[in-house]
């Protein structure tokens, strides 16, 4: 009688600023964790982002939006490893501590095709593909024929398979469905005090409500 060896989990971390975590941020997550088979995916706000400004609510206001929005997601888990930081969230940084933390877990970081294509300008790029695969979710705009997709897809593209047996380095691309729903839109209709907004989640509409976010 044979016995196979365990399979290392496999957990995806999903970074942004989340300012607010809208329902195209719900759907992009619920589609990753059912195509690639995650055991969970881990949402990671971060502090102070790197190549944007700093979001226009607090830390913690950020984070307590998206405990509402996940209510009710079972394999949806908050990371708050970059709130405990007082400098910029670099994704190398936080994926080398997160790695740290789970040496028998397979990472997988998920970004938008956005950002693939020029995530050679991101800092320590190579070092994120040791340390974790990349799942790029389509976004409305952009084709893997622009900017660095191209030749990181000749070099380390594959299927969803290789999440489970490779442990670093692979960048799978999905053709998921392109959420057009955007944070600065949803920022500028709460500033006009638009009380429907169906971009974002009845609790965390009612949350940003009830603390009057985003009013100026």
């Known amino acids: 009688m044979t016995s196979s060896l365990p399979t290392k989990r496999l957990i995806g971390i999903f970074g942004g600023t989340f300012d607010p975590v809208h329902q195209g941020h719900l759907a992009c997550a619920r589609y990753v964790l059912t195509h690639c088979d995650l055991d969970a995916l881990q949402l990671m706000p971060c502090h102070l982002p790197p190549h944007r400004a700093s979001p226009g ?34 994704t190398a940084d936080s994926l080398a501590l997160l790695k740290h933390a789970m040496p028998d877990t397979t990472l997988a970081f998920v970004i938008g ?4 294509a020029y995530f050679k300008q991101w800092h320590q790029w190579q070092h994120i593909l040791t340390l974790s695969h990349l799942i790029v979710c389509r976004r409305p705009g952009y084709s893997s024929e622009k900017g660095d997709t191209p ?5 380390y593209g594959a299927d969803i ?31 006009q005090k638009k009380q429907n907004i169906t971009e974002l989640s009845p609790a965390v509409l009612n949350y940003i409500q009830q603390q009057q976010l985003y009013q100026s």
Do not use: C, W
């Not at 095709?113 to 693939?116: A, V, Y």
């Not at 053709?175 to 920022?187: G, M, Y």
């Open 57 to 90: 609510v607090s830390a913690i206001q950020r984070v307590e939006m998206l405990k509402l929005a996940i209510t009710g997601e079972p394999k949806m888990q908050l990371q708050t490893l970059e709130l405990q930081r007082h400098t910029p969230s670099y």
């Open 113 to 116: 095709m956005d950002s693939l």
């Open 151 to 155: 030749t990181l897809l000749a070099k």
């Open 161 to 191: 398979s290789a999440l489970r047996t490779a442990d670093n380095g692979k960048i799978i691309m999905l053709n998921n469905p392109e959420f057009s729903a955007s944070a600065t839109a949803i920022r500028h209709a709460l500033a």
